[in-house]
């Protein structure tokens, strides 16, 4: 079963290679893109950002971690140059999150000397040691799919918001207020569907539960004044006091122009796993809004939350149970204290323009993308 599961990933991976090449539309595409700008304005001594990818693997999971990565350097005040490379082009327009990397400024080009007039060529993101080697770049960062941990000084990709809260510009890490006035005080709010976060895989992978199963297992023990709608309620409803405040977007969805409001009137956001990993883009959304994340998963970031300190950790149900009723329990000063503390925590390791910088300190660097694919826990 093993075996045959690994030959049809790598049937999978060939026809993603190919894939680009046999569609007529991609060649429009590809034709249509080389040469674009997209610039407000810029200036000679501009810093210029060359994203040069051979490996369609920069596309994983919907292009969202190359979106966060593009996002990072914006946020450092870099300005995006893409090599016209006809796979990383051909599909950039119907690609998940990729697309939305038109809308940012950016150039798209073939030869550097085509970048003179934009500004000053300081750094290069690519997956291609030749393409390193080849760039005058002062800056050179060789990205690693491999699936393994950071070895210093690497550095792992770290998380950011949902880029779709980013391209939409509902995302705001404004300082939040951390008095005891917030009207929720526990609160979780994302999809649950069975086929999806209901899979094995965590346990197998991760030793950890997954989102069906940390759901499930508050609602089961039914803690008091728990609310957990069943259908979409009235708007107003978002507007009310809650103690526990659950909400499976597959029976209600809270407006994407409300959530960060939610989240920063949330003491607590229950931080559950992704779908087939443990980081989920709601992490980092919860303490960029001053809410203290209760989750199994602690040590994905970089560096590591800090249980009692600036989360509520937990492992297996019985202490999710306990950390439920110890968020439900806990005084007016401490539950600031640790907002404030995750808070800072976003401000130094999670805030845009954080990456960029790890990647800009030394000439040469690498960034290990999926670091926070490999398991923890012994």
């Known amino acids: 079963m ?15 290679e190919v894939r680009s090449y046999l569609k007529p539309k991609n060649h429009q595409i590809y034709r249509k893109l ?3 700008t997209n610039l407000v304005e810029h200036s000679e001594d501009a810093p210029l950002v060359v994203f040069d990818f051979h490996n369609i693997a920069i596309d ?3 292009g969202r971690y190359l979106y966060h990565l593009v996002q990072d350097f914006l946020a450092h005040g870099y300005t995006p140059c893409y090599r016209d490379n006809f796979r990383f082009i051909a599909n950039i327009e119907e690609k998940g999150f990729k697309r939305f990397l038109l809308d940012l400024p950016h150039i798209i080009f073939h030869s550097p000397k085509e970048l003179a007039p934009y500004g000053r060529l300081d750094a290069i993101v690519s997956d291609s040691p030749a393409a390193l080697a080849a760039s005058p770049a002062k800056h050179k960062i060789l990205v690693n799919y491999d699936r393994r941990r950071a070895i210093a000084p690497e550095v792992p990709l770290t998380f950011g918001p949902s880029p779709a809260l980013l391209h939409r510009e509902v995302f705001s890490d404004d300082e939040p207020n951390f008095s005891d006035d917030r009207r929720n005080t ?3 709010s994302g999809q649950t569907r069975p086929q999806e976060y209901g899979r094995d895989i965590l346990r197998v992978e991760h030793d950890m539960m997954n989102r069906l199963e940390v759901i499930s297992c508050v609602e089961d023990h039914g803690f008091p004044d728990a609310t957990i709608p069943i259908t979409q309620p009235d708007p107003d409803e978002w507007d009310k006091p809650h103690s526990l405040l659950i909400v499976r977007n597959d029976v209600a969805r809270i407006p994407l122009q409300r959530w960060m409001e939610l989240m920063a009137n949330s003491d607590f956001f229950l931080a559950c796993p992704g779908s087939e990993m443990p980081m989920c883009h709601n992490l980092v959304e919860a303490i960029a809004a001053g809410s203290i994340p209760i989750l199994e998963y602690p040590d994905y970031l970089h560096p590591g939350l800090t249980h009692e300190e600036n989360c509520l950790a937990f492992h297996g149900p019985e202490e999710l149970l306990e950390m439920i009723q110890r968020a439900l329990n806990m005084s007016a000063a401490e539950k600031e204290q640790l907002k404030r503390n995750a ?7 999670c805030q845009p323009s954080r990456l960029a910088k790890a990647l800009l300190a030394r000439p040469k660097s690498t960034l290990v993308m999926n670091d926070y694919r490999v398991k923890r826990r012994p």
């Open 343 to 349: 808070y800072q925590f976003y401000l130094q390791h």
């Open 60 to 62: 994983n999971v919907g």
């Open 34 to 36: 080389r040469g674009q």
């Open 186 to 188: 526990i609160f979780f």
């Open 2 to 16: 093993k075996n045959s599961r690994h030959l049809g990933k790598q049937l999978e991976w060939w026809g993603r």
